[in-house]
């Protein structure tokens, strides 16, 4: 069975950062498309980042240049680095696994496992 875990949301000033973790098991990440997405209250769930199975990336438009999607296929996790936290930003972000060949992975139903979530807060 496919588990995802987020870890380190929170709450930080504007213009801060913070790191969030998704360890997954059940799957390995080097066969596997991962991506962040991000819901905030009232809104749909929309893409943050993606990266695939050989570590090439993709970004939201309106966080390139201040996220960073990595992972560690040894640690089987995947982590987002977000610089320069803009209250825009605040909403519960979550990882998912993809296990399509569809190419289509800033859509939410291109991810068949979801973490459970975690807490973003940039206060203004």
């Known amino acids: 069975q496919v588990q995802l875990v987020e870890s380190g949301g929170g709450l930080v000033q504007a213009g801060g950062s913070l790191s969030l973790s998704c360890a997954v098991s059940?799957?390995?990440?080097?066969?596997?498309?991962m991506g962040w997405f991000r819901q905030a209250p009232g809104k749909e769930r929309g893409f943050v980042a993606a990266i695939s199975w050989s570590g090439s990336t993709d970004y939201a438009d309106v966080v390139k240049g201040r996220f960073t999607i990595s992972k560690d296929n040894a640690k089987n996790t995947v982590y987002l680095q977000m610089n320069s936290l803009k209250p825009e930003d605040t909403a519960v972000y979550y990882c998912?696994?993809?296990?399509?060949?569809?190419?289509?992975?800033?859509?939410?139903?291109?991810?068949?496992?979801w973490g459970q979530g975690t807490q973003v807060t940039a206060s203004s």
């Open positions: 998912a696994a993809s296990t399509s060949n569809s190419g289509a992975y800033r859509f939410v139903n291109a991810y068949t496992y």
């Open positions: 059940g799957r390995t990440l080097s066969r596997t498309v």
